[in-house]
């Protein structure tokens, strides 16, 4: 690992350097990650910056999506058609333990960036490429947003319920983020096996893969068994788990017999034991859409909080529904010491999540700020030594 004096984090990752070369959504929540676990994320920027600068939802000049994907990072602005920017960031890549870009596949060869040439200057560099639908293929050079993924891996039709039923969207941008995920995953992996190796890898990963991997743990269940694949998806229910209720909405999920005689008598409702299509887990499957018919209509006319203090105390699993301004105000959020508050320099004071892993031995207790646009170029540049390998390269 290599030891980076002119910047100190702390974490689990402190002494891991970046260079982050991603844009929008996918890239620089990975990286954020990497950096709230202590990493020195050194983030390239064009000079207008990053496309989530300029969208809405701004305070300060700043906008809040991208505060929220690139806090304790720094920021140096290069121009990527300039040869002295780009022998500025192989040298910044010479004593670096991390390179991660997601420009359309071909971009970072063209750019003399691709992993075959920064991996001769260093060796044990981990270089992580991002991208949308592949890396080869008939669609791998397409321009690719989070809707894409969500219609070309099939996680429209899930959430629609059936094949028959109007597509729909996951209204948040879930391949983007899960992609985030997996890549600091996938990196950190590397790491590893490099401490294990004394040698660095390349890394791919696609928006598209990580969905289909993603679907398959639950939702492909009509596709796992060679020979015996439903030609149709039947709907796993025409209901969502969701129960309007006097007041509201409640989240009741049934899974095991005694949580379904736990809501029979919670509800007063005890003569739903002994249905025959609801004696068993098999049954209460099979027979879904008439299990919930029947627990809308058990609820329906029940007060939300009497009834959820009466399922609670049955220990029926249970949840009310919340607005985000509810969540963020829930006593259970707060118990977990979820969201932080911090003051931004021109955005003013932010609110956002702790990082969602806690590390007792080695803690990240660092919060700083998404940066100003190329805040840090001077001093990046004022740090590095010129060397002549990234100048031949």
Known sequence: MAQHSDIQRNGPLSGIRVIDLTAVVSGPMST??????GADVI??????????RHVATRRGGHSASYLNNNRNKRSVVADLKNPDDIAMIKTL???ADVFIQNFRPGVVDRLGLSYEVLSVLNPR???????GFGFDGPLANKPVYDPLIQALSALTTVQAGSDEERPRLVRTILPDKLTAVQASQAVTAALFARERTGKGQKVTLSMLDTVAAFLWASDMNGHTFVGDEMEVEASQSFHDLIYEVKGGYLSISIMQNKHWEALAHATGRPDIIDDERFKTTELRDINRDARLDLTQEMVRDLDRDTLLTALEE?????????TRREMRQHPQLEANGMFVEYDHPTAGRLRQTRPAAVFHGTPATD????????EHTAEVRASLTPNPLADAS
């Open 32 to 37: 954020m990650i990497l950096a709230d676990q």
């Open 43 to 52: 983030k390239i920027e064009r000079a207008d910056g990053d496309f989530t």
């Open 93 to 95: 890549v010479q004593d």
């Open 125 to 131: 560099l981990v270089y992580m490429s991002i991208s």
């Open 314 to 322: 049955a220990g029926v699993p249970c949840a009310p529904v919340l």
């Open 367 to 374: 919060l700083r700020p998404a940066p100003e646009l190329g």
